[in-house]
C-alpha cells in the first residue's frame, strides 16, 4: 500500500513537471479588441484584459514573434512603393525569407511579395479576394490565405504559389464558423487563422499536411450583435511564449509615442442637397447646429446606441429612390436586400443595408476603416465588388427597416464606432458644415447618351415595382450612368439610370424604352 501511495506521488510529481514544463512554452495570442489589449494563452484559452493597447509599445514584443509586423520592425527593404500599404508578413521558420502582402488604398490593386520581389500583382474581386501569405510547405511552395474583410474570415481558401513554375492554384476550401481576427503563425508552423466567438474556439491549420484543428478559447462576444455594421475586427499583434508574456507582462514597454490624428476622409454620401439631419444623439456639434429632433424621443433627446447620423428622416423623409453614393473609395464586403416595405424589424431594424470596407495608408501602413448605409430602398452594389467611381450611386435611400424615410450612415475602425464629427479632428473632406459630396466631387462618367419617346416612365428605382417620378419628353436626350439587370419584374433586362433633362437628378428608364443612343467621344 505504501509502495503504491509512493507510485502515485510520483506520477503525480512527473505529471505536474511535465505540464510546468509545457507551461512555460505555451503560445499567449497579443490581441486587440475595440482598443483593449488580451492576452489568451492557447492551451486553455483563458482570457487577461490588459487595459487599452494604446498604452503599449506593441512593437517590442521578445523574438519569437515571427508576424505581425508594422513596416518599422519588419525585414522589409523599404517602404511599399507607389503608395501601397503594408497589410502583413510572415517570416519563414529558419527567417530566410519574408513574404507579404500590400494594398493600394482606393483601388482594387494588391501586390504579394517575397522579399522585396513581386510575385503576385492582381486585384480584389467578386470571384477572388485578396491573398496573404502565411508560410511555406516543406516544397518551397508558398501557402497563401485568401479573405475579403482584412479582420474577419467568412470562408477559408488556401491557395498555393510555386516559385519555380510562378503558377498559382486553389489548394483546398474548409468550412468554419465566421472567424474574428487576421491570421498569425505559432513556432510550430501551425497558424491561427481566427477564432469562433460564438462557439469560443480557435481555428488552426497545419500548412504541412493541410489539417484543420480546433482550440478552446475565451472569446465570447454579444450574439447577436447591436449592430449589423459589427464585423467584431480582432488583431493578433503577437504570438508569445508564457514564459515571455510573463516577462512582458511585468515590465511592458510604454507607449511614448503621441497618438497621430485621424485626416479627413469621407465624402458626403448623399446629392449635395440632402443634409436634413434629423437623428444623431452621439455628436455634440450636430445638436448644437440642426435644430429638428429624433421624433419619438426624449427632449433633451436620447438614442441609446445609436452609432450613426440620420439624414433626412420623418416627419418630411427622404425621397424614396435618392441616390445614396460610397463615402470613400472601398470594397463591398455585406449586402443585405431582402427587406419589404414596412417590416420595421427585417434587417434587424436596419432594413436593407449595405457595408464597405476602405483601407487607407498612413506611414507605409495599412489603416482599415468601415461605413454603413441602411434603411434602403434598393441595394445597386454587388456583394464582393470594389467601389471606384464614387460618383455612381451604390445605393437608393428607401424607408425599409425602423425609422421611416431616411438614410442611416455610421463609421467604425478597429476601435469600434467612431464619431466622424469629432470636436478634435472631423473626419468630412470639407469639415462638418458642409462636407464635399461625391456627387460634387466625382461626377459620373456617362455610359451613353440615348433618347426615348414622349411619356415613357421615369421611375425612381430600377423595375416596374418603383413609382413613377416624370415622364420622357421625345426632344431631350439622355445621359446613361449606370446599367442595372433586372429579372423580377413586368419589364425584365436592362434598366438604365438616367440624368434627368432639367437638373442633376437621375431616375430609371427601361433600356427597351430608349432610343438612338450612342457611346460619348473620349
Given amino acids: 500500500m505504501r509502495r503504491l501511495i509512493t507510485i502515485l506521488i510520483v506520477i503525480f510529481l512527473v505529471q505536474g513537471l511535465v505540464v510546468n514544463s509545457q507551461s512555460s512554452d505555451v503560445p499567449v495570442a497579443l490581441v486587440t479588441y475595440k482598443g483593449t489589449l488580451y492576452a489568451m494563452p492557447l492551451q486553455d484559452g483563458t482570457l487577461i484584459d490588459l487595459g487599452q493597447a494604446s498604452a503599449y509599445d506593441l512593437t517590442q514584443l521578445p523574438d519569437d514573434n515571427r508576424n505581425n509586423f508594422v513596416v518599422g520592425d519588419s525585414p522589409l527593404m523599404m517602404l511599399p512603393a507607389d503608395g501601397f500599404g503594408y497589410y502583413q508578413g510572415v517570416s519563414s521558420v529558419d527567417e530566410t525569407q519574408f513574404a507579404y502582402t500590400v494594398i493600394a488604398p482606393d483601388t482594387p490593386d494588391y501586390r504579394v511579395l517575397v522579399q522585396d520581389e513581386v510575385v503576385i500583382a492582381s486585384q480584389v474581386s467578386p470571384e477572388r479576394g485578396y491573398l496573404v501569405p502565411i508560410g511555406w510547405r516543406s516544397s518551397g511552395e508558398l501557402v497563401l490565405l485568401e479573405r475579403y474583410t482584412l479582420y474577419s474570415l467568412e470562408t477559408v481558401r488556401i491557395w498555393h504559389w510555386d516559385a519555380i513554375s510562378d503558377t498559382l492554384i486553389l489548394y483546398n476550401t474548409f468550412a468554419t464558423p465566421y472567424l474574428s481576427g487576421n491570421h498569425a503563425v505559432l513556432d510550430d508552423g501551425r497558424v491561427i487563422l481566427g477564432f469562433d466567438t460564438v462557439g469560443a474556439q480557435t481555428y488552426l491549420m497545419d500548412i504541412e499536411n493541410n489539417q484543420l484543428t480546433r482550440l478552446v478559447g475565451a472569446f465570447t462576444l454579444e450574439n447577436p450583435p447591436r449592430s449589423v455594421f459589427d464585423t467584431y475586427p480582432m488583431a493578433i499583434v503577437g504570438i508569445v511564449s508564457q514564459t515571455d508574456f510573463m516577462v ?59 452609432q450613426g447620423t440620420d439624414v433626412g428622416g420623418l ?181 438604365y439610370q438616367i440624368q434627368l433633362a432639367d437638373s442633376n437628378r437621375t431616375g430609371w428608364l427601361w433600356a427597351e424604352l430608349a432610343q438612338n443612343c450612342t457611346v460619348p467621344a473620349q
Fill in 248 to 306: 512582458w507582462r511585468d515590465n511592458p514597454p510604454i507607449n511614448t509615442v503621441q497618438a497621430t490624428q485621424d485626416t479627413a476622409f469621407l465624402h458626403w454620401m448623399l446629392p449635395d442637397d440632402a443634409r436634413s439631419i434629423t437623428c444623431y444623439s452621439d455628436s455634440a456639434w450636430t445638436d448644437d447646429n440642426f435644430a429638428v429632433e429624433c421624433p419619438g424621443l426624449q427632449q433633451p433627446r436620447t438614442y441609446e446606441g445609436h
Fill in 315 to 495: 416627419p418630411n423623409g427622404l425621397a424614396l429612390g435618392t441616390s445614396v453614393y460610397a463615402s470613400r473609395q472601398g470594397l463591398v464586403i455585406k449586402t443585405f436586400d431582402t427587406c419589404p416595405r414596412f417590416d420595421a424589424s427585417c434587417g434587424d431594424a436596419y432594413g436593407n443595408h449595405i457595408l464597405l470596407q476602405h483601407a487607407l495608408v498612413q506611414d507605409g501602413n495599412l489603416n482599415v476603416w468601415f461605413t454603413g448605409y441602411a434603411h434602403l430602398q434598393t441595394v445597386l452594389a454587388v456583394d464582393k465588388s470594389y467601389v471606384e467611381a464614387l460618383g455612381v450611386p451604390i445605393a437608393l435611400s428607401g424607408d425599409t427597416g425602423l425609422g421611416g424615410a431616411h438614410l442611416h450612415f455610421e463609421v467604425r475602425s478597429l476601435l469600434g464606432w467612431v464619431n466622424p464629427y469629432s470636436d478634435i479632428n472631423s473626419l468630412w473632406i470639407g469639415g462638418n458644415e458642409h462636407p464635399l459630396s461625391a456627387e460634387v466631387a466625382f461626377p459620373p462618367e456617362i455610359v451613353q447618351v440615348c433618347q426615348s419617346a414622349t411619356d415613357n416612365n421615369i421611375r425612381n428605382g430600377p423595375g416596374t415595382v418603383y413609382d413613377v417620378v416624370g415622364k420622357t419628353s421625345a426632344d431631350l436626350s439622355y445621359n446613361v450612368i449606370q446599367t442595372v439587370i433586372v429579372e423580377d419584374t413586368f419589364a425584365n433586362g436592362a434598366w
